[in-house]
């Protein structure tokens, strides 16, 4: 069973600061690697996505991906009140496609 | 506008009266799935179809079942519902065997069985 592990939370951040969010997985086969935002009672959004070890930056976010360790993470600079919300790291392979998510993370980011 | 509808948003319904919850995509993705959300369980497959005719079972199947008989709709259906399948319910789809791609999600239809 593939497993996907989210620090249980929730985090607290004020505004303006940095938002650290960090996920391990199980499958060493995994090849893509993804963060999801979800606000209460909404869908799941898509917000970053990372397949190559190393960091990928857009905008205000940065996700860290480390295969060596099974380690990905999603930094959030400057962050603001509306970042507040769970985030879900998600992470897909093998021959069905399957995505498997994470628990998520409740960021709070206090005015 | 590239979407996943998913119809109805909230339903309650009574123990063991069966309903379907539809989706449909216009995308042209093969690949799509249903997924059930639970506080402190997260969200877990039920199913997923990776083209038209082609369905599986994921992590939580039981109790449900669904169809693929043309691209675009993924209806899931509950033949006796029970109050445990009280919960939030996804609807997601993707392009198949592109691993870069992540899902693209639905509006959620959250069901009441009482």
């Known amino acids: 069973q593939k497993e996907v592990e989210q620090n249980s939370g929730p985090l607290s951040v004020p505004e303006g600061a940095i938002a650290s969010l960090n996920c391990t997985y199980s499958?060493?086969?995994?090849?893509?690697f993804f963060w999801y935002r979800q606000y209460s009672g909404k869908s799941p959004e898509l917000i970053m996505s990372?397949?190559?070890?190393g960091d990928k930056e857009d905008g205000r976010f940065t996700a860290q991906l480390n295969k060596a360790s099974q380690y990905v993470s999603l930094l959030i600079r400057d962050s603001q009140p509306s970042d507040s919300a769970t985030y879900l790291c998600a992470v897909k392979g093998g021959a069905n496609s399957k995505l498997t998510f994470g628990k998520g993370i409740t960021l709070s980011v206090r005015p | 506008e590239a979407q996943v509808t998913q119809n109805p948003r909230y339903l309650i319904t009574v123990t063991g009266k069966k309903l379907t919850v539809t989706c449909s995509q216009n995308m042209n993705h093969e690949y799509m799935s249903w997924y059930r959300q639970d506080p402190g369980l997260g969200l877990r497959q039920i199913y997923y179809?990776?083209?038209?005719?082609?369905?599986d079972k994921g992590d939580v199947p039981e109790g449900y079942k669904v169809s693929r008989k043309e691209k675009r709709n993924f209806p899931l259906i509950l033949e006796s519902p029970s109050p445990n399948q009280t919960s939030l319910y996804f609807c997601?789809?993707?392009?198949?065997?592109?691993?870069?791609?992540?899902?693209?999600f639905g509006s959620g239809t959250r069901l009441t069985v009482v």
């Open positions: 990372i397949y190559s070890n």
């Open positions: 179809s990776m083209n038209v005719e082609v369905t």
């Open positions: 499958d060493r086969g995994s090849q893509s």
């Open positions: 997601a789809s993707s392009e198949r065997d592109r691993e870069i791609y992540g899902y693209t």
